[in-house]
């Protein structure tokens, strides 16, 4: 039988192979992106999985005064569907990592 302190540090060296996967995981997330449309394609804004705005494309036919109002709310929905997509993708990429970790499905980890 293991002496606690053998044990003790067992659970350290588990705690700190699940934070740096966990690290990893964030940082793979950034690199991911994901694209959020609008308008049937008139507004698009990229985003990283972890829902940092990459950059955002607008058609010319909606660079107009009288367009702005419509402009606006294109870029808050293609911005909320690219959101949506990053966290499906964050989602994913968590719960291959917690497998990996051999933890329970849904067992939640904070980050």
């Known amino acids: 039988m293991k002496s606690m302190e053998e044990m003790i540090q067992a659970a350290q060296a588990a705690a700190e192979t699940i934070q740096k996967q966990m690290t990893e995981t964030q940082g793979k997330?950034?690199?991911?992106?994901?694209e959020g449309l609008s308008g049937g394609g008139?507004?698009?804004?990229?985003c990283s999985a972890k829902g940092r705005v990459i950059g955002v494309a607008i058609d010319d036919s909606l660079m107009q005064p009288s367009e702005?109002?419509?402009?606006?709310?294109l870029i808050a929905a293609?911005?909320?569907?690219?959101?949506?997509?990053?966290?499906?993708v964050a989602n994913e990429e968590l719960a291959k990592?917690?497998?990996g970790m051999g933890l329970p499905p849904g067992f939640k980890l904070p980050f």
């Open 29 to 34: 997330l950034d690199q991911m992106e994901v």
């Open 42 to 46: 008139l507004v698009k804004i990229r």
């Open 68 to 73: 702005k109002p419509i402009l606006e709310d």
């Open 78 to 88: 293609a911005y909320n569907d690219a959101r949506v997509k990053a966290d499906s």
């Open 97 to 99: 990592a917690q497998s």
